[in-house]
């Protein structure tokens, strides 16, 4: 039973240009969410999606933009990269509402290690 | 504002001996909590989790005590072993809906031999 899996899993880019990673959840999940992890600190939400749709967003600039396939796989995608975007993007996966086991914990990737230069 | 707290940025354990992590919220609307273990290079992994309905959950090594007035909660693991070093983070959201988590800042834990 495949885990989330995530691709790159580092990464190197230089200030101003954009980044794409993508994530493929859990067998039997639906619902991802992406989250981002600067150094020493916990991971902090960005958004989530479901049926294709973003559902929630965390506090992150519209730089911030990202997409899910009707296959549940997702990207997400940063523009105008800065410095402060260096950080373990982590993308986890669940169960969509009004599915058996929506509310189990989340499952997470082994992360992207993104350096901007 | 963070509103999930661990104040200890890292703890030294012997093995055999008791690990004890807190962590600390400060909105009252969180009702589920969980707690998540994080080796080097890999994504964080679900350990235990306590609704607020509970105080207590227990599940092999690792306990969960919630103290719902306090807004704090704790881990213990007994007894401990060198492969519990890792961080571990504790996280907290409202059950109502899938609310993303909110995490804490982690604290590092070493077991020494």
């Known amino acids: 039973d495949a885990g989330v899996t995530q691709s790159p899993t580092h990464l190197i880019k230089t200030r101003g240009q954009q980044v794409t990673l993508r994530c493929s959840p859990k067998s039997g999940h639906d619902t991802v969410s992406w989250y981002q992890q600067a150094l020493g600190q916990g991971p902090q939400f960005i958004f989530q999606?479901?049926?294709?749709?973003?559902?929630q967003r965390g506090n992150f600039p519209d730089r911030f933009s990202g997409h899910q396939f009707p296959n549940y796989s997702s990207e997400l995608n940063v523009n105008a990269l800065l410095l402060g975007d260096s950080a373990l993007y982590l993308c986890?996966?669940?169960?969509?509402?009004?599915?058996?086991?929506?509310?189990?914990?989340?499952?997470f990737g082994n992360g992207t290690r993104l350096t901007v230069t | 504002d963070q509103q999930v707290k661990q104040n200890s940025p890292s703890l030294s354990v012997q093995e055999g001996r008791i690990s004890i992590l807190n962590c600390d919220y400060t909105n009252s609307m969180f009702d589920y909590f969980l707690w998540y273990k994080k080796y080097p290079a890999e994504g964080p992994t679900f350990l235990i989790s306590i609704s607020s309905i509970k105080d207590k959950n227990e599940d092999g090594r690792f306990t969960v005590f919630l103290n719902k007035s306090a807004k704090h909660l704790s881990l213990h693991i007994v007894p401990s072993q060198p492969g519990d070093s890792a961080v571990y983070f504790c996280?907290?959201?409202?059950?109502?809906?899938?609310?993303?988590?909110?995490f804490g800042k982690g604290t590092r834990l070493s077991v020494i031999a």
């Open positions: 996280a907290a959201r409202r059950n109502s809906g899938n609310t993303p988590l909110v």
């Open positions: 986890a996966s669940s169960r969509g509402p009004h599915k058996e086991g929506y509310n189990s914990p989340l499952h």
């Open positions: 999606y479901y049926e294709e749709e973003e559902r």
